[in-house]
């Protein structure tokens, strides 16, 4: 259906509406049968079912005033608590109940950044990230002016903690290490980043948006597990997600504070507004009842024995695909994952990684593309376990059509990724990048055409930027021919 923007002159028939709803939902990526490998943590209809009743329980209620709806704040008091407990945090852990880990993380840097300047005048803050942090946190350094100080990587893809005291001076508002970090799944050495940070008098969040709601039931089920939470002395904050792994509705996230003292500095009041006095714990105004209810039915639902299953079956499929990945001679596995994240990149330099890519596509299955080193990407969940065999097979294939056809790397998707990845012109590419998102933002919704935007064998050169991927490549065939 075109994009109309028409209000209809009179409502439509409930279920006339809910069947159009099903029909847009036809050319979304199909994740419910295990092909997309990052966006989505979905286990079956029924706890689907679930979560959407929870959901819809308090779809109306409003998180704003948490004085309003004590049925929320007692939600959000009860995941803070469950979250703190998980993570070994002491009696003084306390935190807020976020929107995603994206906001988790702008608020870590916002707090962090307020507190040294109230507490050491700092005026032009900075922040050491590694460089395999969430681009969540340049996002922040951008929203909140905090520089960014690169920690860069040794051979293995991990974060050389060996640089980091040097990067620290009297302007440093905090250190970042990732539980797991995305691009690789590797967790950063954070007790040798905490011992650092905190002999250097700087605060360390640990970005557990991956992690937060795995890592704790992987080690209750025996994995050995290098230390990323509160029993490491240095770790002032968490962020971790329940709609990753906490395989709660879209749209809650936590963040913990070792004190409550530092949580002061992530709060905003206002005591001369018109509309009120007002006082706000994050960056919503209204804030979700229906995603807090979910998350929280999704805690009482699955509990310790629950999570652990899942870790175990998510385990599983992490295992049988490293082990499937290190036994085709032409891959390596990037960095050193613990799971339940996984890279794998070309050990044999013939391989094209991205026309790995696109024939893994056109058999069906939707994945990330890395760069630095070129790589394929899974965020595996236990759905995965079931379909491992088939894409294990495709993999091979796939491989092997890379190598039968080297002109499959300047073609599609993987002409497009590559350009994309090699350019040395980076801030022509970002330029370039942002002239053509914002075109899916004019009025009338830019080229999003939904009848087009995809095919249920999923045989788009991207799922999540599909018709931007397009662009570019036309614009990059362009290029080369000048
Ligand atoms: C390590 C890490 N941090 C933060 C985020 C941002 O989370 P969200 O997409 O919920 O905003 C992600 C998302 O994948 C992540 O992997």
Known sequence: MPVTGALPERGRDPQEILDALAQFGEHDPHYKNGRLWSLVYYLNEDYHAFQGQAYQQFASANGLN????????????????????????TPEVCGVVTSGGTESCLLAVKTYRDMARATRGVRRPEMVLARTAHVAWLKASDYFGVSIRW??????????????????????????????????????????????????????????????????????????????????????????????????????????????EILKHQMFVSADWPGGVFASPALLGTRPGGAYAAAWAALQYFGTAGYRDLALRTMQAFERMR??????????????????????????????????????ELRGWQVNRLQQPDGLHAMITAQHLDVMDDYLRDLRASVDAALADPTLADKGGAATYGMMAHIPLRGMVRGRVLDMFANLYRPGGGEIDLSAAGTPSGSDTSHTHAPLVERLARWFVRLRQR
């Not at 948490?66 to 945090?89: C, M, Q, V, W, Y």
């Not at 002395?233 to 971790?240: E, L």
């Open 66 to 89: 948490p004085t309003a709806f004590k049925s929320l704040k007692r939600f959000e008091n009860d995941i803070i608590a469950t979250t703190s407990a998980l993570h070994h945090g």
């Open 323 to 360: 082990a499937g990945v290190l036994a085709m001679p032409e891959l390596c596995v990037l960095g050193d994952p613990s799971g339940p994240l996984l890279a794998y990149g070309a050990r044999n330099k013939a391989v094209n990684m991205f026309a790995v890519g696109d024939q893994m």
């Open 151 to 260: 920690l860069e990587l040794d051979s293995q893809l991990r974060a050389d903690v060996g640089r980091l005291d040097k990067l620290i001076n009297r302007n440093t508002v905090m250190v970042l290490g990732s539980a797991p970090e995305y691009p690789h799944g590797t967790i950063d050495p954070i007790a040798a980043m905490a011992a650092i940070a905190q002999r250097r008098g700087v605060p360390l969040h640990v970005d557990a948006c991956v992690g937060g709601f795995i890592l704790p039931f992987m080690e209750m089920n025996g994995v050995n597990l290098p230390p990323w939470d509160y029993r490491v002395a240095g770790v002032t904050s968490i962020s971790a997600d329940l709609h990753k792994y906490g395989y709660a509705s879209k749209g809650v996230s936590t963040i913990t504070y070792r004190t409550l």
